[in-house]
C-alpha cells in the first residue's frame, strides 16, 4: 500500500527559529498532501494543504512545498512560538481517493 | 457548529467485551471516516461511509470489526471480542462530500483492553 515516511521524528528548536518537516511518498497518484496539527490528547486539526497541480502554499507563519517529481513535500514553520509545540503529521491520499496515508508524526517542542 | 462528536471519551472493556464507539459528524457533513492510531504512530485509515452504505473498508480488519452509519444517528465502529491489541485511539472524521479533503475530526475515544 501507500507508504508515507516522515523525519526527524522529533525536534527541537528556540523560539524564533524556523522548523522544517519533510515527508516522501510512493504512490505517484497521490494529489492531495495535507498536515494535521496535534496538541497531546486532543484532535488531530488541519492547518494546511496542498494539492498536487500546485508546488507551494503559505499561511502566515507557515507554508508547505511540494515536489512531484521527487515524491517529497515539507512543512516550514517561520519565527515558531512555544505553542507551536505539537505532533505534527503529514498525509497523502491514497489510489483508491478515500483514504489518507499519515507519516508517523513529528514531535516538535518550542522551548522559550 | 458543535464539530465532530465522539462518545465515549474513554472506554475500559475486558478482553473478550464488546466496544461500541459513537461518532456524529458536523452539521451538514454525511461522510464519515474511521481512522485508529497507536501510541507513537500515525493515523491508519479503518472505513469510510456515508449515510446507509460503506464505500470504502480497505482498512478494517477481516474479523470482529465492523461500522455502519445509518439514516438516523451517528455513526458506530463496533469492536466484537475485543483483545489487547485492540487497545488504541479511536478517530473519527467528518467532510461535506466524498473528496477526503479538509477532514474535521472528533476527539477521539481512548480504547483499553484489559
Known amino acids: 500500500g501507500e507508504n508515507v515516511e516522515q523525519h526527524p521524528s522529533t525536534l527541537s528548536v528556540q523560539e524564533g527559529d524556523s522548523a522544517v518537516i519533510k515527508c516522501t511518498y510512493s504512490?505517484?497518484?497521490?494529489?492531495?498532501f495535507p498536515w494535521y496539527k496535534q496538541e497531546l490528547g486532543k484532535r488531530p486539526q488541519l492547518i494546511i494543504d496542498?494539492?498536487?497541480?500546485?508546488g507551494e502554499k503559505k499561511d502566515q507563519r507557515i507554508a508547505v512545498t511540494l515536489n512531484k517529481t521527487a515524491k517529497h513535500f515539507s512543512l516550514h514553520i517561520t519565527e515558531t512560538q512555544p505553542e507551536d509545540s505539537a505532533v505534527y503529521f503529514c498525509?497523502?491520499?491514497?489510489?483508491?481517493?478515500?483514504?489518507?496515508?499519515f507519516g508517523k508524526g513529528t514531535s516538535l517542542l518550542v522551548t522559550p | 457548529n458543535a464539530g465532530v462528536m465522539q462518545n465515549p471519551r474513554h472506554l475500559v472493556r475486558r478482553r473478550g467485551q464488546e466496544a461500541r464507539l459513537r461518532c456524529s459528524p458536523m452539521?451538514?457533513?454525511?461522510?464519515v471516516y474511521w481512522y485508529r492510531q497507536l501510541p507513537e504512530e500515525g493515523l491508519k485509515f479503518m472505513v469510510y461511509?456515508?449515510?446507509?452504505?460503506?464505500?470504502?473498508e480497505s482498512g478494517m480488519p477481516k474479523e470482529r470489526f465492523s461500522a455502519e452509519f445509518p439514516k438516523e444517528g451517528p455513526s458506530i465502529l463496533r469492536i466484537q471480542q475485543v483483545v489487547r491489541g485492540d487497545s488504541a485511539a479511536y478517530f473519527c472524521?467528518?467532510?461535506?462530500?466524498?473528496?477526503?479533503?479538509?477532514?474535521?475530526f472528533g476527539s477521539g475515544t481512548q480504547l483499553s483492553v484489559l
Open positions: 461511509l456515508q449515510k446507509e452504505n460503506i464505500i470504502d
Open positions: 496542498i494539492r498536487s497541480n500546485v
Open positions: 452539521k451538514g457533513h454525511s461522510h
Open positions: 498525509a497523502a491520499s491514497s489510489n483508491s481517493g478515500y483514504a489518507l496515508n
Open positions: 504512490d505517484s497518484a497521490s494529489n492531495y
Open positions: 472524521a467528518s467532510s461535506p462530500d466524498s473528496r477526503n479533503e479538509k477532514l474535521f
